[in-house]
């Protein structure tokens, strides 16, 4: 397989967790998002949104959407599992992931702060504003949302949460990490949601999430 990614990339980073933690190989092939390397017609080929990631199959077929990509390898390559077994729990663990990918994610990404300043004019100090509030408010419901299902658990006699839900990472701590990250970047107060920073802590103790990191990407630039 390739993964045509971006080191800073939140959805890329999902997906070479999701490759590290099933033990897959993949070609890292970089595709600089700062340069406008996705905008490149030997990229735009491949994907209709010309956003990373793409992942391309051993059979050659390209696959966009960080989301869908990792679903696609937990059903092709379903030991160790990203989504619990029961229906419910897979229900809840997709809702977590979905926090982030799609009511968090999206407000701060780069083509929308590339938007914010060169289209609105927005100032560096006004862009980061934007980030923080939108990336500190999303925590907060998250780690709401994380209270109310150990809450659940604890009614239903199961063991507290090591990560985002139960003993093992899901879908959700693929998509929880690289947020996690970017706020330790953009300076986001990360106080006060301690189950949040546990399941990310958690996280980071394993080796598939500490070699998918941006620091350990080939294109890695400080």
């Given amino acids: 397989m390739k993964l045509f990614n971006y080191f800073r990339s939140s959805a890329s980073f999902r997906v070479r967790i999701a490759l590290h933690y099933k033990g897959l190989d993949y070609d890292y092939i970089p595709v600089h998002l700062v340069r406008g390397e996705h905008h490149d017609p030997a990229y735009t080929g491949r994907v209709g949104d010309a956003l990373v990631p793409t992942l391309v199959t051993d059979d050659g077929v390209a696959l966009s959407q960080s989301m869908a990509i990792i679903e696609y390898l ?6 160790p599992p990203l989504l619990p077994a029961e229906p419910l729990a897979r229900a809840q663990v997709r809702a ?3 926090m982030v990918a799609c009511e968090m994610h999206p407000l701060n990404n780069l083509r929308v702060l590339k938007y914010l300043v060169h289209e609105l004019k927005v100032d560096e100090a006004g ?18 949302q994380l209270v109310l299902l150990a809450q659940q658990r604890a009614t239903q006699g199961l063991a507290p949460s090591v990560y985002c839900w139960g003993d093992a990472p899901t879908l959700a701590d693929c998509c929880l990490v690289p947020h996690v990250f970017n706020c ?5 107060n990360l106080e006060g949601v301690p189950l949040t920073m546990a399941a990310f ?3 980071m103790a394993l080796p598939a999430f500490q070699q998918a990191q941006p620091s350990a990407c080939p294109d890695h630039q400080p």
């Fill in 74 to 79: 937990d059903e092709t390559h379903p030991a």
């Fill in 96 to 98: 977590l992931a979905q």
């Fill in 127 to 144: 862009k980061n504003a934007w980030y923080i509030h939108w990336a500190r408010s999303g925590l907060e419901a998250f780690e709401h």
């Fill in 184 to 188: 330790q970047r953009f300076n986001v």
């Fill in 201 to 203: 802590a958690a996280c």
